[in-house]
C-alpha cells in the first residue's frame, strides 16, 4: 500500500519495523503510546504535500507532529498517517517586514534564538522545548501577552497544506476565514507549514521576576497579588504563579528538598528600571524563600523553566480559567496540593489580562478573552500511580469546574474533552465547523481537540 508515497519521498517514510520508527512516534507525554500505520518525515512543503494526498486517496486520518509537546499525545495516532514536521525548523527575521518567517515545526527556543540576534521577539510561551505551531494554533500564553497578546493575535499569515494536499497562502487577503480559524482553531484545518508572526522590540536584557515563598503563605500572597493586577500595567500583569514540591536535586539546599513553594515568574515587558520599581512589591508578598531577580537576557529567561519539565513522563494534565480566585477557589486548590498522590505536581495560575484581553471574542477563534486566570495541572506519574494521577487531576478539575469561568478550559493544556472544546470557542464553534465542512470536510485532521464536521 505505501510503495506509491515511498517512491515519492525515499527513505523519508518510515513504516513499523524501520529501526526510526519507533523513536519517531514518541512524544513528550509518554503516557501515550500509539503506532500509525506510517510516519512521514517531512522535510519541505513537498513531502507534507505528498503525505496528505497519499492519506487522503487511502482514507487514513492524519496525525500532525510540531513538537510533541501536547500533553493529549495528539502528535501521534493509531493506524493513521502520522506528518512529523521536526526536521522543518528555520527560522529567518525579515526586518524591513517586521515579521520572522517560521517553519512548522521548529520549538520557542528556535525563534528566541533567531528574533533575539535583532533585539526582536515574537509572544510565544514559557518552555523553550516547546513546539510553536500547536501553541500559536491553539493559543500562547506566555511573559509577552498582556503587552502584545497571545501568539496567535500574532499570526499576520501562514502556508497551509490543506486536505486535498494542495499549499496555499492564508492571510487577511487570501482565504480570510481560514486566516481567522487558524488563530486559536487548532491543527483542524491543514498542516502549517510556515507562520508569519508580527515581531516587537524585547529585550535582549529584561527585569525578570524570580521569587520563591513557603506554600503555607499562598493564600495572602494569592490575595495581594490580585490587588497588584488591579492596577499594574500591561507591561506588568503576565505574572506566572507555580504551586510545586521542590525535587531532591543536589542545586538545592537539603532544607528545601521536597518542600512545597510557591514560585513567581514573569518580566516587565519594557524599560529594565522601571520594572525594577513596578514589580518591587511582587518580591515582598511573604518573607521569600529565595529571591533570584534581576535583570537578564530574555532568551536566557526564556528558558529558566526548562529543568523543571524533564522528558520523558507520563503526565496527566487539565486546565479552567477564572474570573477571579476566591477564597473558597484558593482553599480548595491548596487542599488538593497538600493531598496529591505523587510529588511531582505543578499546579500553575496565570494571571490573564491587558492586550490579550482587549482583542475581541470573536475576532480570533480564541473566545476567552475575560477571564483573568488560568489554571494549568499537572500530574507527573511515577511507577504504577498513573491511576492515582489520573483520579487526582480528574477530582481537581471536577471540584473546581462549578466556579470557573464559562466551564473553559485552555485547549493548549488538557486532553480530548468535547464539552471543554466547545466551551472554549464559544459564539465561534459554529463559525469553525463551517470552516471546517470547506476545507476538511472528510475530517482527516482529527487528532487534536476536534471540531467535527456536522455533515
Ligand atoms: C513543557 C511544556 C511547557 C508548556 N508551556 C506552555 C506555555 O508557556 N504557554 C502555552 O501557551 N502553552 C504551553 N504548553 C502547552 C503547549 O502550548 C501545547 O503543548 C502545544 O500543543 C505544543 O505544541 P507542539 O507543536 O509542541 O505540540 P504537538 O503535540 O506537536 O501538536 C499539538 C496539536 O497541534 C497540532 N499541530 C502541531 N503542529 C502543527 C502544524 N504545523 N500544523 C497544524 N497543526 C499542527 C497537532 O496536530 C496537535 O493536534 C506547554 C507544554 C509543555 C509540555
Redesign the pocket.
Known sequence: MFNILENQIGSRLLLPGNERYEETRK???TAVDKQPAAIVVCESEEDVSAGVKFAKENHLSI?????????G???VCDGGLMID?SQMRSVVVDESRQVALVE??ATLGDIDLETQKYGLAVP????S???????A??????YLRGKYGL?CDNIVGARVVTADGKAIDVNEENHPNLFWAIRGG??NF????KFEFALHNVGPEVFALDVMYDLKDAKEIIQKLQAFLEQAPDEAVSINLTATVLPPAPFLPEILHFKKVIMFTGIYAEDVSEGETILKPLRELAEPIMDHTGVMPFAEYQKKLDPM?PEHVRVYGTSLYFDQLTDEIIDQLLYKIYNAPAPSILVQLWALGGEMNRVPATATPYAIRDAKFVLLVDCMAMAGDDDLCKQWIDSVYGGLLPFSHKKAS?L??IGSNEEATTNAFQENYARLVEIKEKYDPENL?R??HNIKPSK
Not at 500532525?64 to 501536547?70: A, K, Q
Open positions: 512524544v513528550w507525554n496525525s500532525i507532529r510540531g513538537g510533541g509537546h501536547h500533553v499525545g495528539f502528535a514536521l512548522g515545526g510565544t510561551g514559557t518552555v522545548e516547546t513546539g510553536v505551531a500547536g501553541l494554533l491553539n493559543g500562547g500564553l506566555g501568539t487548532g491543527g491543514g498542516v502549517v507549514t519539565v485552555y493548549n493544556a485532521f487528532h487534536n
